[in-house]
């Protein structure tokens, strides 16, 4: 990682980080044509690159570009930063990256930023190469790393397949080498018919000592993946898997409860939590709130009822809301106090973003709540 400069006072943002966000705003309005232009200026100078792309665009087109201007906006925030493009680098292995491809990517994203931002001189441009070269480098060594001791990928083989519902798939599959993972964590999965095309799915049990891997799956509207997932997998059929990641697990140094909310598929790792604590033999409360829109779409309500009669620190409340936006956080409000838990939220965004105001506003602290990105870089089981 290339030498820090002084970190400015705490509070105050440096020069650089001001010349960035205030590139980013000045781009903001006109952000497609951005990611339009990064992308033409990419294959066309770098065709090499190419291949490490879908074949289809539409869903990966802004991931990239929204990847390298997130590190952006966080580059006085060196722990938010660097752990952020450790997994970043660590997960683009899978592709097939290589360190040679980051200047044609730095190259490439200069020159989309000069074309549309408003203000674009060498005091500018230098900030963004400062940035990007510290992007770049923490990427190349989290992945140097990280090949010396896991491959880039898994190939699993799907081992049982069982439709819960007509758009519900709970997936069970066992990987070719072992697959070290924490309950709470993600993966990304590749099909075989839909090649460079990967999405994320939480692990939806503790690690097993068989070393088997279940995942919840829901088919939406285009989903490739989960379609496929869904409607076309079956046992035999082999598909790929990328490096878990993820930082909603349980700390074990400390006897507080868990209150877990999961919102349709987003039980599958509360499931996973609720059978880590379970696992390491402790006692504490552990609260579960399992939202869906039916008595239908609550497919693994048994399971979750089964593991509450074995363990009496288990409590689990079913929520059906039918509205078109369920309020799955509203249902807290009626129990508590929280005060003595750690928070752990997984399910569509919507649910994640109001579950995370409902419990700040019943006083559980920002920092023991905890959820993974919502955004479509890691929306996990959708």
Not at 104 to 112: F, M, N, R, W
Request: glycine share 6%; with cysteine.
């Amino acid at each position: 990682m290339p030498v820090q400069r002084a970190a400015p006072p705490s509070g105050e943002a440096s020069p650089d980080a001001l010349v960035i966000r205030r590139t980013m705003a000045e781009i903001a309005p006109v952000a497609d044509k951005v990611t339009s232009y990064f992308y033409a200026l990419l294959f066309i100078r770098h065709p090499e690159v190419r291949p490490l792309f879908p074949a289809a665009m539409d869903v990966q087109r802004e991931r990239l570009l929204r990847a390298l201007l997130t590190a952006a906006e966080h580059i006085d925030d060196t722990p938010v930063l660097v752990d952020y493009l450790q997994n970043l680098g660590r997960g683009h292995r899978k592709y097939g990256t290589r360190p040679e491809y980051y200047p044609a990517v730095g190259e490439c994203l200069i020159g989309a930023l000069s074309q549309y931002a408003a203000v674009w001189n060498p005091e500018t441009e230098a900030a963004w190469v400062r940035a990007y070269t510290t992007i770049s480098q923490v990427m190349i060594d989290a992945a140097a790393a990280d090949g010396l001791r896991a491959p880039a990928w898994w190939h699993a083989e799907v081992v049982t397949h069982d439709l819960r519902t007509s758009d519900v798939a709970v997936l069970t599959v066992r990987p070719d080498q072992p697959y070290p993972f924490l309950a709470g964590q993600y993966t990304s999965v590749e099909t075989p018919w839909w090649p460079r095309v990967w999405r994320h799915y939480s692990f939806a049990s503790a690690p097993r000592s068989d070393g088997l891997l279940t995942f919840h799956v829901k088919a939406v509207p285009a989903g490739w993946v989960s379609n496929a997932l869904v409607h076309r997998a079956r046992p035999g059929d082999v598909i790929r898997l990328g490096p878990p990641t993820g930082s909603m697990t349980v700390d074990h140094t400390t006897a507080d409860g868990l209150l877990c909310l999961g919102g349709g598929t987003g039980i599958a790792p509360i499931k996973a939590l609720a059978e880590d604590v379970a696992e390491h033999g402790e006692r504490r409360p552990v609260e579960v709130f399992y939202g869906a829109r039916s008595d239908h779409d609550l497919y693994d309500i048994d399971t979750m009822l089964r593991l509450r009669q074995s363990h009496p620190w288990l409590s689990v409340h079913a929520v059906v809301d039918q509205r078109p936006h369920p309020q799955l956080p509203d249902a807290i409000r009626e129990y508590g106090p929280w005060n003595e838990y750690d928070a752990y939220l997984s399910g569509p965004p919507g649910m994640i973003r109001s579950g995370v105001d409902a419990l700040r506003h019943s006083g559980i602290p920002s920092d023991r709540i905890r959820h993974d990105a919502v955004d479509e870089l890691v929306v996990v089981g959708y």
